[in-house]
C-alpha cells in the first residue's frame, strides 16, 4: 500500500450500509467444487492461474455445499445425477445463486435429440440465474456468468419498502442498473 501512503489528509468515505453490504457479498461469492462432464474442465481452467476467477473474489471454491453460494452447473445432467444436485443445491444456505454453464446444463445439448439419459435443461431441477451457453463456454463467458450474478446481488434491496430490482443485461457488457429510490 505504499503508493497510496501519505497522500491524503485523515478522511472519511460515507455510503449506504445497502450498498456496503452489497459490495461484501459481490465480492466474496464462493463457488461449490463440483464438476459434472467436460465443461468442469473450462470451469477449472477459469479458477487457474491464466484467468483467475479470484480476481472476482470467486476464487475460494468449497468442497461442501453448507460454505456454497454459488453453484456452477458445470457439465451433462443426467437423470441419475438429477436428484443429487437437488440435494447439494437444497444444503446451500441461502442467499445462493445457479449458473448453468454450457449446452448440456442449459437445455441437453448434444443429448436434446437422442440422450434419452439426460436432463434436457437443470432448470428442470433447480432454479437458475444465469445461463453460460456453448459447448464447452470458454473461461471468458463463464467470468461473464460471474458478473452477471455480481449484478444480481448488487441489485438486491434489504431496505424497508423497496423490493428487488433486477439489472438489465446488454450484449456490450453494459449493465443498466435501475434507480435506486429510498424510501
Ligand atoms: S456442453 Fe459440450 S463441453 Fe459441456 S458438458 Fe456438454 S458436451 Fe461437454
Given at each position: 500500500m505504499t503508493w497510496i501512503e501519505g497522500k491524503f489528509e485523515e478522511n472519511?468515505?460515507?455510503?449506504?450500509?445497502?450498498?456496503?453490504?452489497?459490495?461484501?457479498?459481490?465480492?466474496?461469492?464462493?463457488?461449490m467444487t463440483?464438476?459434472?462432464?467436460?465443461?468442469?474442465?473450462?470451469?477449472?481452467?477459469?479458477?487457474?492461474?491464466?484467468?483467475?476467477?479470484?480476481?472476482?473474489g470467486a476464487g475460494a471454491f468449497r468442497a461442501t455445499p453448507r460454505q456454497a453460494d454459488l453453484m456452477i452447473v458445470a457439465g451433462t445432467v443426467t437423470h441419475k445425477m438429477a436428484s443429487r444436485v437437488r440435494r447439494l443445491y437444497e444444503q446451500m444456505p441461502d442467499p445462493k445463486y445457479v449458473i448453468a454453464m454450457g449446452a448440456c446444463t442449459v437445455g441437453g445439448g448434444p443429448y436434446f435429440k437422442h440422450g434419452y439419459h439426460v436432463v434436457k435443461g437443470v432448470d428442470l431441477v433447480v432454479p437458475v440465474d444465469v445461463y453460460v451457453p456453448g459447448c464447452p463456454p470458454r473461461p471468458e463467458a463463464l467470468l461473464e456468468g460471474v458478473m452477471r450474478i455480481q449484478d444480481k446481488i448488487r441489485m438486491k434491496r434489504i431496505t424497508k419498502?423497496?423490493?428487488?430490482?433486477?439489472?438489465?443485461?446488454?450484449?456490450?457488457?453494459?449493465?443498466?442498473?435501475?434507480?435506486?429510490?429510498?424510501?
Open positions: 472519511v468515505i460515507t455510503t449506504t450500509l445497502e450498498q456496503a453490504m452489497n459490495w461484501a457479498k459481490q465480492s466474496s461469492v464462493w463457488p463440483f464438476g459434472l462432464a467436460c465443461c468442469a474442465i473450462e470451469m477449472m481452467a477459469t479458477g487457474a492461474s491464466r484467468y483467475d476467477i479470484d480476481r472476482f419498502g423497496n423490493g428487488d430490482t433486477l439489472p438489465t443485461p446488454h450484449h456490450t457488457g453494459y449493465v443498466k442498473e435501475p434507480e435506486i429510490i429510498l424510501a
